[in-house]
């Protein structure tokens, strides 16, 4: 539990509750640890600003094991009101056990901003994300009075790569 945080990038909490469950560590063997380790993060924040935008309240949540897990998230300023979740887990290549080279794989089952920017997920999206990439796969949103369906997102290492179509945005 902290109040007044100020870290490093620009972000900071007027208030932040964390609470946490992490089982340990059971194997000499990362991979193992992966899929056995349970945990449950609730995070409750207020005044969470950061260089994107200031938001009046944030929660998140995961609960699960690394390898496969629920994520939630939900946030409100002025002109937003966020709720997401999504569904995966992490990854490693088949001969590392450097974390940094994890990938995130699962989908984000839903999405919505009920602000005033308008948008709805209306099919579930799949999503994997690594250190220099991220890719999502074909989905469709409701944005204002239109819609958009995207075949596929990609960001490769700086380079975006995307395709799909929009009406009555």
Do not use: C
């Amino acid at each position: 539990r902290g109040e007044g945080l100020k870290l490093p990038g620009g972000i900071a909490f007027g208030t932040l509750d964390v609470h946490a469950r992490v089982a340990p560590g059971n194997t000499a063997d990362i991979r193992d640890d992966l899929a056995a380790r349970e945990m449950q993060i609730d995070v409750a924040a207020t005044k969470f600003v950061m260089p994107a935008g200031a938001f009046g309240t944030l929660r998140a949540g995961v609960a699960g094991t690394l390898a496969q897990h629920a994520l939630t998230l939900a946030m409100k300023s002025e002109d937003l009101d966020l709720s997401a979740s999504a569904r995966g887990g992490l990854d490693l290549a088949r001969k590392s056990a450097d974390m940094a080279a994890a990938t995130w794989n699962g989908t984000l089952e839903t999405l919505e901003n009920r602000g005033v920017f308008a948008v709805q997920l209306t099919a579930p999206a799949t999503v994997q994300l690594a250190r220099a990439r991220v890719r999502i796969g074909a989905t469709r949103l409701a944005v204002a009075d239109g819609n958009m369906r995207l075949a596929e997102f990609a960001w490769d290492d700086g380079r975006i790569t995307t395709s799909g179509s929009y009406t009555g945005v």
